[in-house]
């Protein structure tokens, strides 16, 4: 679709350049309409002889980076449908992947700790959420010119909720940077990735890799029978805490490796793994810290698909996110629609949930065998949700989807309180009604709902929120907030902790500016 000499993509992603274009799917570098911002696009074709691994991939990928939100990891703005295609859209991250830094060589010492650390936290926050990644490898970590660095690709990635054994005859990543337990197809756990990190910070600080054979077979068997004495022995960076760390790392057990990343990040001397953003450099800084931007990077192609589609119909897009929270209409017929209600207390202990749609029974949204002249009696509409960046949906307290959903909910007609709820936005309650024949359809950003706070600090401060680090100034942009009561804590080592509270409404922007005075 075009307007001019523009192209439009799925009303609301104006095409710059192509970036990689295939039968099924394309990568596009785009301004995303509505936020106002470059993004990367990723959108794949659907048909029916597309391969289900490809649509697979997209499908996961999309729902777990739905639920990364990470300074090292790539940010998802949205994903969704629209007629034939799904698509998924990130901020766009300007850097290379670390390959070109290995083959390049020019980083000193401190600069590949720094991107060390950054690698190990994004890890650690990625493993925090039960998400192994299993792709880990110089070509999936990106670095800018400023040496911010990000995760990408998470397609092959998995979540502790699924199955980790992968059959012996299907090897899943790279051979040259997988763990023994990986090739051999048993259970894998975060120390899977953390070898693979391993293997990758070996060739960042070594210049080649250790486990790299002439061909798979050779690359194979030097992983399954690689003397751990002899590898350690060529591990000699000049830098104890480094030392310490690959050799951890690159342990043949599991059992006997690095258990987790954060035990990495205190090895190498930094005790908060939380804290993901580094200050300026001061005359009396005598470690280098990780260099972070909220950002995000372009990965590698798929996106979410479910195995098959059936009758699809076109998705209305909302039309003007900068006026409407949501658009609610039902197809072909007006329709009055209950208040909507935004609840502004937010629970910071309320999770995702991971539930079965096939485990869901309720007489609401499935049709049950009754009497015959009593089933003819029973009507039926449909619904179609799409919320920015996610959300799980109830009717009438009932979850029956996780957005983005393939194709409409058919239930009863009659009237619903809808709900969708996301652990970091208010919850947003409205109620619709469901006629006989016709599509209902309801468009959120949540991110509408929310507040801002722009931080401007001398000469810097961790920012603490709702007891909660978000990083340290200055920022890269503002902070959203759930509106309401927001009680902020600014501290820097050589000054008193500044704590304040301030109130905001929904779609408040304020700005807090604080010199610290000498103690």
Known sequence: MSSGSREILFEKFEIKECLKKDQYSSVYLADHIYLGKEIILKSLKLSEDLDKTIADRFK???????R???????????FGTFENHFYISFEYFRGKNLRELINRNDLNLDEKLSLTQQLLSGLNH???????HRDIKPENIFVNEKLELKLGDFGLATSATENLVTEQNSLVGTPSYMS????????????TDLFSSGTVLFELFHGFNPFLGKDINETISRLLNYSEDKTAEKINSGNIELDELLK????KSPSHRLQNAEEGLKILGMKKPE???SKKSTKNEKKVVGLFTIAAVIIAIVVFLPSRIEDEKPIPILKDTSTAVSEINSTDKGLEILPANID???NASNEKQTINPDEVKTNLFQQVETDPLEKESIKYGELFVECIPWADVYLDSELVETTPIAKNIRIKTGKYNLKLVHPEFPKYNVGIEVDENKVTNIKVNLNELMAEIDFNVFPWAKVIINEKMVGETPLSESVKVIPGDVKITLQNPEFVSFDTTLTLSRGEKKRLVYKFKEQ
């Open 248 to 251: 951890k790392m690159l342990k």
């Open 68 to 78: 990364l939100d990470h300074p090292n990891i790539i940010k998802v703005l949205d």
């Open 180 to 191: 023994p337990e990986q090739i051999m197809g048993e259970e894998l756990t975060s120390s």
């Open 126 to 132: 990625a493993h925090n959420l039960g998400i192994i």
């Open 275 to 277: 804290i993901y953003t």
């Open 344 to 346: 502004e207390e937010f």
């Open 60 to 66: 996961r990928e999309a729902k777990i980076l739905a």
